[in-house]
């Protein structure tokens, strides 16, 4: 996440997944940072995902930023979760 360290200490992040259909969902709403990316991984690996209903899911902060975006089975952004998806494909 893009964030000061003292905003990582604060349960202020969102977790919101969006489906094929056009409808999204709050999966965590106020949690802290280290919960929201467990979620996103949990909701990026999801059966749901993989099977093409979950079509993004974005991580967001207490002022509505983006931190962490995942598209159709690609992460775009932060780009380290981006470099860690190709660093872990090319290792397959």
């Known amino acids: 996440m893009t964030h000061d360290d003292d905003d990582v200490d604060r349960p202020e992040y969102s977790v919101c997944q969006f489906f094929k259909t056009g409808e999204y969902e709050y999966v965590r709403r106020g949690v802290y940072a280290e919960e929201a990316m467990t979620a996103l991984g949990h909701y990026t690996n999801s059966v749901a995902a993989k099977c093409g209903m979950v079509v993004r899911v974005i991580v967001t902060d207490g002022g509505d930023n983006c931190c962490a975006e995942?598209?159709?089975?690609?992460?775009?952004?932060?780009?380290e979760l981006v470099e860690e998806q190709k660093r872990r494909e090319q290792m397959q």
Request: glycine share 10%.
């Open 70 to 79: 995942w598209i159709e089975g690609r992460f775009t952004f932060p780009p």
